[in-house]
């Protein structure tokens, strides 16, 4: 993979560098960002340079620029990294202002995760980045709990397209959520799954990107090799030391089913954990509704009815219930 911010194509404007548009939103007041900030003065035209890096954000700038009516600044993607850490460093004060739009916390969160996910899966046996994710997932659930309409809005913002670094978003998202409707409130044991759920398919980077790309039908051989991914994963993460037992066993057992026959162990019923049964009806879900370049999206509801017709057995179906029910109603 080659850039860390996926979320949001970038924009060119002939022969000019590549932008992407940052929300305004994410722009702290008194803080000094490691990026240059561009705007947009002429429609058509590519934005032009506003501020150089390293140059504090007071509320003078923040209110010129909201006078002046600008949800977006621009940002050189050749920058995309040091954006990035920026909004990690500030993530959890975007997401608890109330003065910004719950609609606007989730754009910035979602294209944060997506961005951290996928240099994670670049430089999976990164600790620095494992602790970033770590925080991310802190903040994260933090918001989704405090904020009720959080999860409608963050579903507007969910990628069809599959990678598996949106995937592992959504997943999370999706997980969390039903965590915390089902009764799930303690907020450590929610971190701690958060962790498992954001990183559960980390141990696909150690598989060869020629079985994790493959748009026909896997042989036998690869099939076996794509079934080793919770392992490696598993492996992965125990060597960074700093995840629990709950991360751990989401990663190791989100392809385990109800009644027997999933991978890597073939657990049943109990054998299964519950947070980690979430998990699982989130990653079916997900992956049935993204597109990827051998198959089509398939809408929601469509979704949920193969799931209902066709594997319900082994999931949880109580959870189920509840997941159909939470995408009935994302405003909760
Ligand atoms: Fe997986
Ligand atoms: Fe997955």
New binding site residues.
């Given amino acids: 993979m080659d850039s860390v911010m996926r979320q949001g194509s970038t924009l060119a404007w002939g022969g000019s560098m590549p932008f992407r548009r940052i929300p305004i939103a994410s722009l702290r007041q008194d803080t000094v960002p490691p990026f240059d900030l561009y705007l947009q003065t002429l429609e058509e035209q590519p934005p032009v340079l506003y501020r150089e890096r390293n140059l504090p954000v007071t509320a003078s700038v923040l209110s010129t620029l909201t006078d002046q009516h600008h949800e977006y600044v621009f940002l050189a993607t050749s920058q995309d990294s040091e954006y990035l850490r920026y909004v990690e460093k500030n993530l959890d004060s975007v997401l608890s202002d109330e003065g910004v739009p719950v609609a606007k916390r989730s754009q910035v969160l979602y294209s944060c995760a997506q961005g951290l996910v996928s240099q994670v899966l670049d430089e999976p046996r990164s600790r620095e980045l494992i602790e970033r994710s770590r925080d991310l997932v802190a903040a994260t659930t933090k918001f989704l709990a405090g904020e009720q309409a959080a999860f409608a809005h963050l579903l507007k913002l969910v990628s069809y397209d599959y990678y598996t670094y949106t995937h592992s978003v959504n997943v999370f998202v999706f997980s969390v959520t039903l965590a915390q409707r089902v009764g799930f409130t303690d907020p450590q044991l929610l971190r701690e799954f958060g962790e498992g759920v954001l990183l559960?398919?980390i141990g696909?980077s150690m598989i060869d990107p020629s079985i994790t790309n493959c748009t026909g039908k896997l042989s036998d051989e690869q099939w076996k090799s794509m079934k080793m991914?919770?392992v490696h994963g598993y492996e992965i993460l125990s060597e960074h030391g700093t995840l629990t037992g709950m991360a751990l066993d989401v990663v190791r057992h989100?392809?385990e089913k109800i009644r027997g026959g999933g991978y890597p162990d073939n657990l049943k019923g109990k054998q299964i954990a519950p947070l980690v049964r979430i998990s699982t009806i989130a990653?079916i879900f997900d992956a049935l509704t993204t597109r990827r370049s051998y198959k089509s999206a398939l809408p929601t509801f469509d979704a949920l009815r193969i799931m209902r017709d066709e594997i319900l057995k082994d999931l949880d179906d109580d959870y189920f219930r509840a997941f159909v029910s939470m995408m009935g109603n994302p405003g909760g």
């Fill in positions: 559960h398919d696909k991914h919770p989100h392809h990653d």
